[in-house]
């Protein structure tokens, strides 16, 4: 090798980046660890102990995306400061990814103290590690705020929009927030805030609204008889793609000053409407009939009922209309979201349907299931 092509090599390997992601297990997590890996990075990743213990179930996002043997995981938990303090000591990350949450509204409501716990002291946790331990200056924050954090507030929602929000998921994130701007004022921490607005995708948990009605089409569309159980239909969200955001996280971190940011696509739909573009992708229209809880989605070719209401599935509180205004990051990062509404839900159904068969063939064989 020349002496050039060396020192660019050995160059490389001095300057090759570092980034701790917590919540790397989880849909964000997963995408951007990938992200992260294409650009170079060493990639660390914070697991919680029983993910650990079993990484084929609890980091099956990792073993999906074929990625998990170039990670380097750490067991640990967000809200155990000093065995966190320890791998970031260890790790010293130049950069650091703030994702792990408890990240389902409707149970932080059953659960709201250990959602702050883990969403609020996780956190400072992340914080004061950094502060503690000099790294200051060498280390950024990307903070996982949410689009939550608005609650009530009226559309459209931008960084400048007064927060209000009306669950404990999103006072908790409305608190990690203020923690993550207190530290870069009162400390000089580069701590940026991503405000994003819901994001989707194959890999997005199957308690969310998006996924829960993907997997029960594609069940439908290979010959299930189960109709599909929701809530709340009449909310609205602007739902993008999370390939999408966790470019966006990354942008977030490589700006002179650390700033906040809201990234959404700037369209929006109600939940009945996301349920509709599922069923059209194959070839199902549904006809809503009733009222209240009372109204079921019905096949309109054979008046078979495919979608139930069930008052349980409401929230004490709900957030009724959330709509992003990206414009800040448009301009500042030269962000966009690339994935429309309907490209989003294609992929989902046509991804739940690959499973299910991937899943039936694997039975049919005698093999182990597919774990993801
Ligand atoms: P997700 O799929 O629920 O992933 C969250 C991850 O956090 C999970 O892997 C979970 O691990 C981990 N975790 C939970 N408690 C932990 C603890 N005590 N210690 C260590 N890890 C813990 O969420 P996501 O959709 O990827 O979202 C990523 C982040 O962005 C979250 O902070 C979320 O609140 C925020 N956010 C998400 C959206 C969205 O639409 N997706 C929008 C705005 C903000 P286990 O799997 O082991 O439980
Ligand atoms: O609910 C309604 C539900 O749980 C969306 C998280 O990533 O985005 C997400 O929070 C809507 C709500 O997401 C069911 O009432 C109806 O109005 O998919 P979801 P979310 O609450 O918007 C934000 C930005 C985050 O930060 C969060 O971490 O759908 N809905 N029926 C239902 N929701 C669920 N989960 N299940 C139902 O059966």
């Known amino acids: 090798m020349h002496t050039g092509a060396c020192i660019i090599v050995w160059w490389g390997m001095v300057n090759k980046k570092t980034a701790f992601i917590t919540g790397i297990a989880g849909q964000d997590g997963a995408y951007l660890a990938e992200l992260l890996l294409d650009k170079g990075y060493e990639v660390h990743g914070l697991l919680r102990w029983d993910s650990y213990v079993d990484q084929r179930d609890g980091a099956g ?3 999906d995306l074929d990625i998990v043997s170039e990670i380097s ?7 155990d400061a000093q065995s966190l303090t320890g791998i970031i ?15 389902q509204v409707g149970v932080s409501f059953d659960v709201p103290a250990s ?8 956190t400072l946790a992340v914080l004061e590690a950094v502060r503690l331990l000099d790294m200051v200056e060498t280390t950024r924050i990307y903070q996982a705020s949410s689009s939550e954090m608005f609650g009530c507030a009226p559309a459209p929602q931008n960084e400048n929009t007064p ?3 009306c669950s404990p998921y999103g006072a908790s994130k409305l608190a990690a927030y203020w923690l993550a701007r207190t530290y870069r004022d009162a400390y000089g921490l580069y701590a940026a805030n991503g405000i994003l607005f819901n994001h989707e995708s194959p890999l997005r948990g199957e308690d969310f609204v998006t996924r829960k009605i993907t997997r029960a089409v594609a069940k439908i569309y290979e010959g299930s008889g189960e109709p599909l159980i929701l809530g709340n239909l009449d909310s609205v969200r602007d739902w993008g793609h999370a390939r999408d955001y966790v470019r966006g996280m990354w942008m977030m971190l490589q700006q002179d000053e650390a700033q906040d940011f809201v990234l959404a696509t700037g369209q929006s739909k ?14 199902i229209e549904i006809e809503w009939r009733g009222f209240g809880v009372r109204q079921v989605g019905c096949d309109a070719k ?19 209309y959330l709509l992003g205004d990206a414009s800040k990051a448009r301009e500042i990062l030269g962000w966009h979201s690339s994935y429309d509404f309907n490209a989003l839900v294609a992929e989902m159904v046509d991804e739940d349907i690959d499973l299910l068969q991937e899943n039936t063939s694997l039975k049919d064989d005698g093999k182990c299931r597919k774990v993801g």
């Open 163 to 165: 927060m209000q929000p």
């Open 115 to 122: 959602t702050l716990d883990i969403n609020v002291k996780g």
């Open 270 to 283: 109600t939940v009945r409407e996301f349920v509709e573009k599922a069923f059209a992708h194959i070839d």
């Open 302 to 320: 054979n008046d078979r009922v495919l979608v139930r209401i069930n008052e349980n599935l409401f929230r004490p509180k709900e957030v009724n």
């Open 61 to 63: 996002r990792l073993f």
């Open 89 to 103: 000591k260890k790790i010293r990350p130049s950069e650091i990814y703030n994702l792990a949450a408890l990240s």
């Open 73 to 79: 995981l750490h067991m640990g938990d967000l809200t």
